[in-house]
């Protein structure tokens, strides 16, 4: 036990660590959109903080990008009424600011959105502000990006091309006085080190402190991942009300390290195993997890279980961020079609291989192609078939076939549902429950470019073009 | 120790550890998580970066490498080149790998019996019993 302080240690004591509490309530653009009211309640019981919601995935830009060539105001997270509108007026009358990358391809639009949610709510006009940069579209961005891909860039139509940005730009627009900053591609433990850098300060090469606290972003930003989502596994791993869990809440202190909890009155759970899970997902070097804020450094992290649903992460540093910045560029990839059909009883499963033989043999070199037995073999199977090749008949009686092909032509793609319909009448005995998909591809390819070649920073809404 | 120790029992992964995955591009992570100090020892020699190369041989990852974080009782598996192309390119259903944990997980590995009998376990199912007249 400590004995009080005196009066003189009290004096030259410093100040007791501000902490800078940030809850996350999304993981993705698809994730539940029911979790901000608790973290936000949670926020406001403990003194205030930052709201954080992640909607990006790699080819959700795309998609947007998609979006707003169809409709010049779209572009943004399609759901963002629902995620921001239950919030808003409890996060602008204490104080909680909301930070997202929810701008996709088209911040200014999603920031004007947000305006005209709080005039419908009869709120006073918050104080947003947009990020720009990401967005590689000017023809010195587009020659660079020839230079560093290739000529394989030549032989795509390009959908979109983002680089990465990082915290800084938030934060300088949080300490503005930016009541929500709409961002489009930042990186994803930025959306937690922008609000985190802004409270307490670092220096720009502040490194152990800058890796600590994107680590607690990179805790965040897969919603319920650290809280009990994702996580389940009856009888060795259980989770107390899943269909409830809680989303996540980080506390990080001047030093950048942090504890992480969940919204209060929720289901799920946070303790050393949900917190290592997150913490090693989308890992590859723990000695260097690459941000364009830093280069973290989690090879000697350590967690601590501090009590029910409180975790704190120690022993993570931070070293130079890397040189250049990571860009991701997606391109029309063709045309991907999914056809299925189901056998049952005798001999299903030696049907279902029938069907996928005559199929193969139908299509032959048009398209490649891969098979999948559901019920038998459909997922640790690779895309040549050798492992389904070499797995041998079980006689599984409940069999779904799935033919998968993807070619840069509809027509040659469409070819796979037809086959497969067709299966219907001129395939093996008692095939049923046929459903096929065509949809168009995006793929990707990634590159890093300097850093001067992004223009990027912050601008009040008013001014956002 | 060896399979054949009388005083060893041959065990799922599962038992000693839990794990998830993560991808990025056509490259795989899968983290695997001791359990306690007693699973991490166990991992540490039994769970080789050889021998996950082996046990994905099906999808011909090019490289395995392992990443230790003994702070965490932890190692992370990073497999490249396993998940014919990744999100954009793969046929696959699971084309981000997410399930590829769970094969980890089935890896046999050969424990001592003292350790196995307090570890956590799923009780198999006997066998279908023959289909009624």
């Not at chain 1, 009066?7 to 501000?18: A, G, I, N, V, Y």
């Not at chain 1, 092909?405 to 549902?417: K, S």
């Given at each position: 036990?400590?004995?009080?302080?005196?009066?003189?240690?009290?004096?030259?004591?410093?100040?007791?660590?501000?902490?800078?509490?940030?809850?996350?309530?999304?993981?993705?653009?698809?994730?539940?959109t029911d979790g901000a009211p608790a973290v936000v309640r949670s926020l406001i019981a403990r003194g205030g903080g930052t709201l954080i919601f992640e909607t990006l995935a790699e080819r959700t830009l795309a998609l947007a990008q998609l979006a707003r060539r169809q409709d010049p105001e779209a572009g943004y997270e399609p759901?963002?009424?629902?995620?921001?509108?239950?919030?808003?007026?409890?996060?602008?009358?204490?104080?909680?600011?909301?930070?997202?990358?929810?701008?996709?391809?088209?911040?200014?639009?999603?920031?004007?959105?947000?305006?005209?949610?709080?005039?419908?709510?009869?709120?006073?006009?918050?104080?947003?502000?947009?990020?720009?940069?990401?967005?590689?579209?000017?023809?010195?961005?587009?020659?660079?990006?020839?230079?560093?891909?290739?000529?394989?860039?030549?032989?795509?139509?390009?959908?979109?091309?983002?680089?990465?940005?990082?915290?800084?730009?938030?934060?300088?627009?949080?300490?503005?006085?930016?009541?929500?900053?709409?961002?489009?591609?930042?990186?994803?433990?930025?959306?937690?080190?922008?609000?985190?850098?802004?409270?307490?300060?670092?220096?720009?090469?502040?490194?152990?402190?800058?890796?600590?606290?994107?680590?607690?972003?990179?805790?965040?930003?897969?919603?319920?991942?650290?809280?009990?989502?994702?996580?389940?596994?009856?009888?060795?791993?259980?989770?107390?009300?899943?269909?409830?869990?809680?989303?996540?809440?980080?506390?990080?202190?001047?030093?950048?390290?942090?504890?992480?909890?969940?919204?209060?009155?929720?289901?799920?759970?946070?303790?050393?195993?949900?917190?290592?899970?997150?913490?090693?997902?989308?890992?590859?070097?723990?000695?260097?997890?690459?941000?364009?804020?830093?280069?973290?450094?989690?090879?000697?992290?350590?967690?601590?279980?501090?009590?029910?649903?409180?975790?704190?992460?120690?022993?993570?540093?931070?070293?130079?961020?890397?040189?250049e910045l990571k860009v991701n560029v997606c391109y029309q990839g063709g045309w991907l079609a999914e056809a299925e059909i189901s056998y049952a009883g005798v001999q299903a499963e030696a049907r279902a291989r029938l069907a996928a033989d005559m199929v193969s043999r139908r299509l032959g070199d048009a398209l490649p192609l891969?098979?999948?037995?559901?019920?038998?073999?459909?997922?640790?199977?690779?895309?040549?078939?050798?492992?389904?090749?070499?797995?041998?008949?079980?006689?599984?009686?409940?069999?779904?076939?799935?033919?998968?092909?993807?070619?840069?032509?509809?027509?040659?793609?469409?070819?796979?549902?037809?086959?497969?319909?067709?299966?219907?009448?001129?395939?093996?005995?008692?095939?049923?429950?046929?459903?096929?998909?065509?949809?168009?591809?995006?793929?990707?390819?990634?590159?890093?470019?300097?850093?001067?070649?992004?223009?990027?920073?912050?601008?009040?809404?008013?001014?956002?073009? | 120790?060896?399979?054949?120790?009388?005083?060893?029992?041959?065990?799922?992964?599962?038992?000693?550890?839990?794990?998830?995955?993560?991808?990025?591009?056509?490259?795989?992570?899968?983290?695997?998580?001791?359990?306690?100090?007693?699973?991490?020892?166990?991992?540490?020699?039994?769970?080789?970066?050889?021998?996950?190369?082996?046990?994905?041989?099906?999808?011909?990852?090019?490289?395995?490498?392992?990443?230790?974080?003994?702070?965490?009782?932890?190692?992370?598996?990073?497999?490249?080149?396993?998940?014919?192309?990744?999100?954009?390119?793969?046929?696959?259903?699971?084309?981000?790998?997410?399930?590829?944990?769970?094969?980890?997980?089935?890896?046999?590995?050969?424990?001592?019996?003292?350790?196995?009998?307090?570890?956590?376990?799923?009780?198999?199912?006997?066998?279908?019993?023959?289909?009624?007249?």
């Open positions: 036990m400590t004995p009080p302080p005196t009066c003189l240690q009290e004096e030259t004591l410093p100040m007791p660590d501000s902490v800078c509490l940030v809850g996350c309530a999304t993981g993705f653009s698809g994730d539940r759901l963002l009424d629902e995620l921001v509108g239950p919030v808003l007026a409890d996060c602008l009358a204490h104080g909680i600011r909301i930070v997202s990358n929810f701008g996709a391809a088209n911040p200014p639009a999603a920031a004007r959105r947000i305006a005209a949610l709080a005039r419908e709510q009869g709120l006073p006009a918050p104080r947003i502000a947009v990020i720009h940069g990401d967005q590689l579209d000017t023809p010195a961005q587009r020659a660079l990006l020839r230079e560093r891909l290739g000529a394989r860039l030549d032989e795509v139509e390009v959908v979109s091309a983002n680089a990465y940005l990082g915290a800084h730009e938030i934060a300088q627009a949080l300490r503005a006085g930016a009541q929500i900053v709409v961002a489009g591609r930042v990186a994803d433990p930025s959306l937690t080190l922008g609000p985190a850098l802004a409270h307490h300060g670092w220096a720009d090469d502040a490194w152990p402190e800058l890796g600590r606290a994107t680590m607690a972003g990179h805790m965040l930003e897969c919603g319920t991942q650290v809280s009990g989502g994702y996580f389940a596994v009856p009888g060795l791993k259980d989770v107390p009300d899943l269909h409830d869990a809680g989303f996540p809440i980080a506390a990080i202190r001047a030093d950048g390290s942090f504890t992480i909890t969940k919204a209060d009155a929720t289901g799920g759970r946070v303790d050393a195993l949900t917190v290592k899970e997150q913490l090693l997902y989308e890992v590859h070097d723990p000695a260097r997890y690459l941000t364009p804020d830093v280069t973290a450094d989690l090879s000697r992290a350590r967690v601590e279980t501090l009590g029910p649903d409180l975790v704190a992460v120690h022993g993570i540093t931070g070293h130079a961020r890397p040189p891969r098979f999948d037995l559901i019920g038998a073999l459909s997922i640790l199977g690779d895309d040549a078939g050798r492992r389904l090749a070499a797995e041998p008949d079980r006689q599984r009686r409940d069999v779904r076939l799935r033919v998968a092909g993807e070619h840069a032509t509809r027509a040659v793609a469409e070819r796979v549902l037809r086959e497969v319909t067709a299966l219907y009448t001129c395939g093996p005995a008692g095939g049923g429950g046929v459903r096929t998909s065509l949809r168009p591809r995006l793929n990707m390819m990634s590159c890093t470019i300097p850093r001067e070649a992004v223009a990027s920073g912050w601008r009040w809404l008013e001014e956002a073009a | 120790m060896s399979a054949q120790d009388p005083h060893s029992v041959v065990v799922p992964l599962y038992r000693l550890a839990h794990s998830r995955t993560g991808d990025k591009g056509n490259t795989s992570n899968i983290s695997l998580i001791a359990w306690d100090g007693d699973c991490y020892a166990i991992l540490r020699h039994a769970v080789t970066g050889e021998r996950v190369a082996q046990w994905f041989g099906d999808r011909a990852p090019t490289r395995v490498t392992r990443y230790d974080l003994p702070g965490l009782e932890a190692m992370n598996f990073v497999l490249e080149n396993v998940l014919d192309g990744g999100v954009n390119d793969a046929l696959n259903l699971d084309a981000h790998g997410k399930s590829l944990s769970f094969h980890l997980l089935d890896m046999p590995v050969s424990v001592p019996a003292a350790l196995a009998a307090r570890l956590p376990d799923i009780p198999a199912l006997p066998p279908d019993p023959p289909a009624q007249a």
